[in-house]
């Protein structure tokens, strides 16, 4: 069995920052995530998304934060377990480790930092398996790249603020861009509607899609209707982006052996950010104490207390203050400056 100093489940913003501060500060971690890269919700949500809460950055999208991220980390070389569930964690009393059971291997670890934001998630699809064929090949509940939209004419559905914003970036890229929702109004902020309403991008609502299907040269057809007539719309278009939100799971360790304290979906913490369990720890949106504020800059100072507080417990002499500014990294070390 692989054996690890920490386990850190979620490889989000604040699971790669605190997985950067562990390693420099010299502890072994290994970074865990379900999905195939790295980056969370901020990279599958609203990678085109500024982000404003982020110290030293005027604003930085999304997809930017988490190259940005990524880069920092992969310079200490932690480990990683991509494409990897936590099935079960359990604490061995004889070995003082915990043991973590995953949809491949298992591993043990000295101490597990719970970094998994609000849990595991999925897009909400359409109903009825609407375009369930053409996933990926036409119909999109992520968009990774726009320049797959590139000179396309393209369907955003949802009236959310990540649908609006979905739109507004695909436009600037898009032969032409619709955008459909089954009310009349958005639910975005009032700054990106003054956006919508002076840009190019065509509102078609209130309408459902109810039907999609590929034609013979490759275009999609989407049959729209209302709620209340029988009035069908049909567009011809080149890809259809779905954005209806998404599910979340927060109740990943709820069938775990490793039973944390849980109050209002979080895992309740201590001032070090320790759970009611020993050696396992919580970061980020997961994490639940009074007056909690759910940032990207609050999940950051959390990583560091964890690793921290880890440190104070399997690593004493290491435990002291690390001032960066004497240290430079150098061929995936850490060394100090003469």
């Known amino acids: 069995m692989k054996h690890t100093q920490v386990a850190i489940i979620g490889a989000g913003p604040v699971g790669l920052f605190t997985a950067f501060y562990a390693r420099l500060r010299g502890l072994d971690v290994t970074l865990i995530d379900s999905l ?42 932690p480990n990683y377990m991509l494409e990897t569930t936590v099935t079960d964690v359990a604490y061995d009393a004889v070995g003082q480790t915990f043991i973590l059971q995953t949809n491949h291997d298992a591993l043990q670890a000295d101490r597990v930092i719970l970094a998994i934001g609000h849990g595991a998630f999925e897009p909400k699809r359409l109903p009825d398996g609407i375009g369930a064929d053409l996933e990926g090949e036409g119909v999109y509940y992520v968009v990774d790249d726009l320049n797959k939209f590139k000179d396309q004419i393209v369907l955003v559905a949802g009236g959310g603020d990540t649908a609006v914003d979905q739109a507004l ?30 840009s190019s991008i065509e509102r078609v609502t209130p309408y459902n899609i109810t039907a999609i299907s590929k034609t013979a040269d490759g275009e999609l057809e989407v049959t729209l209707n209302t709620s209340t007539t029988e009035v069908a719309q049909q567009l011809m278009v080149d890809a259809v982006v779905v954005n209806y939100g998404f599910k979340s799971d927060s109740q990943l360790f709820e069938q775990w052996r490793c039973q944390p304290t849980v109050a209002r979906q979080r ?72």
């Open 36 to 77: 195939e890269n790295v980056g969370g919700q901020v990279n599958h949500l609203y990678p085109q998304k500024d982000i404003l809460d982020v110290p030293g950055y005027v604003k930085i999208e999304g997809e930017a934060l988490i190259r940005q991220l990524a880069e920092q980390t992969q310079q200490l070389n």
């Open 267 to 338: 895992c309740v913490v201590q001032q070090n950010m320790q759970s009611s369990v020993p050696g396992l720890y919580a970061v980020g949106d997961i994490a639940g104490y009074a007056n909690k504020t759910d940032l990207i800059a609050t999940g950051f100072g959390e990583g560091t207390i964890a690793v921290n507080g880890i440190l104070q417990d399997l690593e004493p002499a290491l435990a002291g203050p690390l001032h960066s500014s004497g240290y430079i990294i150098q061929d995936g070390q850490v060394d100090p400056l003469q």
């Open 169 to 198: 970036a695909i436009a600037k890229v898009a032969k032409k861009v619709y955008l459909t929702h089954r009310r009349d109004r958005f639910r975005a902020m009032a700054y990106t509607l003054d956006q919508l309403a002076v």
